[in-house]
């Protein structure tokens, strides 16, 4: 069955950098593209990100250009989200989310990561 | 830039109730619209996709429509596990994003 298991909890200072990462199971890695979505407390949902594991191609979105970094690894299943700059209002819960056929609607979701940044 | 509008913010409603949820889009989408459940302290999870398809292991009980940029996500008779947030989701290639509605909260009368 199809696994997105992520990293732990966080908490960092402003100005700091985090990594969460997302290490997938159960379906063939490269076959899918991975989004990156985020959730403030309270709040919805923001889409960060997407990448293509096949080829390493990603998408931002604007607001979080130049801020994020989505990577993965293939030889370990693993795909990361990296924020940068981090700010108070960058506490969040962090997904990782598969998409479905041809990046269509994400149907698979990590546990969520929260990450809290307080001074 | 596409934006999506949940409404109504809150639906509260007793079990047993007919559930219906209204998300309308700033353009067009076609049919390329989600719906997505989520409980407190859990992912959201895929109930629709392109309008009007139910996800894998989703009851019969919810049911979507719309094309355009109107979209209703009904539930026929509310379960006591229905109660929980819904957001519509669309995909644009260009610009890529992942858009999402506000919200609709279904919350007991």
């Known amino acids: 069955q199809v696994q997105l298991v992520q990293s732990g909890a966080e908490v960092k200072k402003p100005g700091a950098s985090v990594k969460v990462s997302c290490k997938a199971s159960?379906?063939?890695?490269?076959?899918?593209?991975m989004q990156w979505v985020r959730q403030a407390p309270g709040q919805g949902l923001e889409w960060m990100g997407w990448i293509n594991p096949l080829t390493g191609g990603t998408a931002y979105a604007q607001k979080f250009q130049g801020r994020v970094t989505v990577t993965r690894d293939s030889s370990i299943r693993t795909v990361y989200m990296e924020l940068q700059r981090l700010r108070s209002d960058d506490t969040a819960v962090y997904y990782c989310?598969?998409?479905?056929?041809?990046?269509?609607?994400?149907?698979?979701w990590g546990q969520g990561t929260l990450v809290t940044v307080s001074s | 830039e596409i934006v999506l509008t949940q409404s109504p913010a809150t639906l509260s409603l007793s079990p047993g109730e007919r559930a219906t949820l209204s998300c309308r889009a700033s353009?067009?989408?076609?049919?390329?619209l989600a719906w997505y459940q989520q409980k407190p302290g859990q992912a959201p999870r895929l109930l629709i996709y392109d309008a009007s398809n139910r996800a894998t292991g989703i009851p019969a009980r919810f049911s979507g429509s719309g094309s355009g940029t109107d979209f209703t996500l009904v539930i026929s008779s509310l379960e006591p596990e229905d109660f929980a947030v819904y957001y519509c989701q669309h995909r644009s290639n260009w610009p890529p994003a992942l858009t999402f509605g506000g919200g609709t909260k279904v919350e007991i009368k």
């Open positions: 159960g379906y063939i890695f490269t076959g899918y593209y």
């Open positions: 989310a598969r998409a479905g056929e041809g990046n269509s609607s994400p149907n698979y």
């Open positions: 353009q067009s989408l076609g049919s390329y």
